[in-house]
C-alpha cells in the first residue's frame, strides 16, 4: 500500500490562501484609498474626528499599528491556511471513500428534513392562525 501522501493538500491549501489574502488585500487598500480620497475632500464619515482623541493617545495608538496590523496578518495566515489545508484533507477523504458519504447521508438527510418539516409547518401556522392582520 502506498503511504497517506499530502503533498498535493499543502500545494493547494497553500495556493488557497495566497489567493484568498491577495484579494483581501487589495480589497483592503482600495477601501484606505477611499477613506484617504474621503478625507482629503472633507468627509469624515468613517474617520473619527481628531478632537475625538487627546495626542498622547493619538501617538500611542499610531505607535502600536504596524506591529498590530503584521501580526494579525502573519495570525491570519497561518489560521486560515491551517482552515484550508484540513478541509482540503477532509474533502479528499470524502471522494476518495464515498460509501462514507452515504453512510452519513443516510443519517443526516432524515434529521434535515424532519427539522426543515417542523419549520416550514411553525412558519405557516404562525403566518395563517396565530397572526391575525
Excluded at 478625507?39 to 505607535?63: M, T, V
Amino acid at each position: 500500500p502506498r503511504p497517506f501522501n499530502l503533498k498535493y493538500e499543502i500545494l493547494i491549501a497553500c495556493f488557497l490562501t495566497m489567493m484568498i489574502y491577495y484579494v483581501q488585500l487589495c480589497v483592503g487598500m482600495k477601501h484606505y484609498q477611499q477613506h484617504m480620497l474621503n478625507a482629503y475632500k472633507g468627509i469624515f464619515i468613517d474617520i473619527p474626528p481628531r478632537h475625538a482623541f487627546n495626542s498622547i493617545q493619538l501617538i500611542s495608538k499610531n505607535a502600536h499599528y504596524p506591529g498590530y496590523t503584521i501580526a494579525y496578518l502573519a495570525f491570519g495566515y497561518l489560521v486560515m491556511g491551517n482552515v484550508l489545508f484540513l478541509t482540503v484533507i477532509i474533502i479528499r477523504i470524502l471522494f476518495k471513500h464515498l460509501f462514507l458519504i452515504e453512510e452519513l447521508s443516510k443519517i443526516i438527510i432524515p434529521i434535515l428534513v424532519i427539522y426543515l418539516c417542523k419549520y416550514i409547518l411553525m412558519w405557516v401556522l404562525s403566518r395563517t392562525l396565530f397572526l391575525q392582520h
